[in-house]
């Protein structure tokens, strides 16, 4: 089992920059695939990005894709999301998730742990 706590959030305005992190304890870190997820008011939760076991594979949504990287440090059981560019409509709660899977994912359901989530809030 892993836990997982996500921080880094906050208030931006837009074109700003955040960089979200994602602490997991329990089993090493190197074991799970793993994915940042969003949820805005009102709305379902959507994926945002993902990184494989090995860290070599990652993935993005069209919509951040240029503008958000996720990357992984194992030494420190580490996932950031760093995020540039901000705009109004990134505003959401941010989850962190982690897969027991080589692979990763962008379906919420096929993964296994997730964060509390750490509120982004853009402003104009």
């Known amino acids: 089992q892993v836990q997982l706590v996500e921080s880094g959030g906050g208030l931006v305005q837009a074109g700003g920059s955040l960089k979200l992190s994602c602490a997991a304890s329990?089993?090493?870190?190197?074991?799970?695939?793993m994915g940042w997820f969003r949820q805005a008011p009102g709305k379902e939760r959507e994926f945002v990005a993902a990184i494989s076991r090995s860290g070599g594979n990652t993935y993005y949504v069209d919509s951040v894709n240029d503008r958000f990287t996720i990357s992984g440090e194992n030494a420190k059981n580490t996932v950031y999301l760093q995020m540039n560019s901000l705009k109004r409509e990134d505003t959401a709660i941010y989850y962190c998730?982690?897969?027991?899977?080589?692979?990763?994912?962008?379906?919420?359901?096929?993964?296994?742990?997730w964060g509390q989530g750490t509120q982004v809030t853009v402003s104009s």
């Open positions: 329990g089993r090493t870190f190197s074991s799970y695939a």
């Open positions: 998730a982690a897969r027991s899977s080589v692979v990763t994912s962008r379906l919420p359901a096929e993964y296994d742990y």
